[in-house]
């Protein structure tokens, strides 16, 4: 298991990570709260270990901050505390801590809290997997790709950086469905799927947002990068025909972009635009890939500046 450890005495810092290393975890030891929360915005850790008192950002702060954030994967949080009273125990669950290890600790209490943690996760991961991914596909579902892409605009306006919104349509679905039946249509969004989510960067997603639609986010793509993410994904899915149970099927996609850079955009604003966006695509011809026309707007613009 991937272990993030935020501990500003060195010797406990170092005693941590040694002990974690030995029962076979993986382990990145940070010396203070600010640092940890950097590393945890740039990596995904089922596990935080953090102090409680830290300098600038202490462990219940640091544990408010991460669970105000967008996330695909639970982060089991354990404070390290010399604290007695129940107040701060209560105050680091209200922070959102699952655990707590008094200092100094033991291995034998150690081992214990990370079997708990993993019992935990284990649970997490399948209720979250069952409420968040679409059944057939495997990719998030509706309402988990929307939320997740309205969190990406609120940060990437704190930030001032763009994200991106795709709306990908398989062309002529219908047909498909009509002619080989839906058995073969299922076969079809399946492997359509896994081909866009195979040519996404790490740090994007992609949802089922509807029959044959699919809803993708890019966070810190401007339009260029995402009119370049587009053609992939077009390409991916263009290249060769799907060997589905009914013989080799040729697919195409099309797909409507839109883009907001950091100016508190609506999600539902957002994918408007994409779609509108996917129509001008679908009526160009299909299997193409087309900007809104706002973001075409503000390129002009930005290249006659």
Same mark, same amino acid.
């Given at each position: ?44 850790? =089922? ?7 830290? =300098? ?58 990370? +079997? ?124 060769? =025909? &799907? ?11 099309? &797909? ?37 026309? +706002? ?11």
């Amino acid at each position: 298991m991937k272990v993030l450890i935020a501990e500003d005495d060195t010797t406990s810092r170092l005693l941590f990570a040694a002990t974690l290393r030995k029962l076979g975890h993986t382990v990145t030891a940070i010396e203070d709260g600010r640092k940890a929360w950097e590393a945890w915005q740039k990596d995904e850790y =089922p596990l935080l270990i953090s102090d409680w008192m830290m =300098p600038d950002i202490d462990g219940p702060q640091l544990c408010r901050m991460i669970r105000s954030e967008a996330g695909l994967q639970y982060t089991y949080i354990i404070l390290l505390t010399a604290l007695g009273s129940k107040g701060s125990y209560l105050e680091g669950m209200d922070a959102g801590a699952d655990d707590f290890i008094t200092k100094p600790f033991d291995e034998e209490q150690l081992v214990a809290r990370l +079997r708990v943690a993993e019992r935990i996760l284990g649970l997490h991961q399948k209720l979250h997997i069952q409420a968040t991914r679409d059944y057939l596909t495997g990719v998030w579902n509706r309402a988990s790709i929307m939320d997740y892409l309205q969190k990406e605009l609120e940060r990437g306006a704190r930030q001032g950086i763009c994200t991106s919104v795709m709306v990908a349509d398989l062309d002529h679905f219908k047909r498909i469905n009509d002619t080989y039946g839906h058995p073969t249509g299922d076969e079809i969004l399946q492997e359509a799927a896994r081909r866009m989510s195979g040519v996404l960067r790490g740090y994007d997603r992609i949802g089922r947002y509807g029959g044959e639609e699919f809803l993708i986010t890019a966070s810190g793509c401007d339009w260029s990068q995402a009119m370049a993410l587009g053609e992939r994904i077009c390409s991916s899915i263009s290249g060769e =025909p &799907v060997n589905s149970r009914t013989g080799q099927i040729v697919m195409t996609v099309s &797909v409507g972009i839109a883009t907001g850079c950091g100016q508190g955009e609506d999600a539902g604003a957002l994918i408007s635009a994409a779609d509108e966006a996917l129509y001008r695509a679908k009526e160009a011809g299909r299997n193409r890939v087309e900007m809104s026309s +706002r973001m075409a707007e503000s390129r002009l613009k930005y290249v006659d500046e």
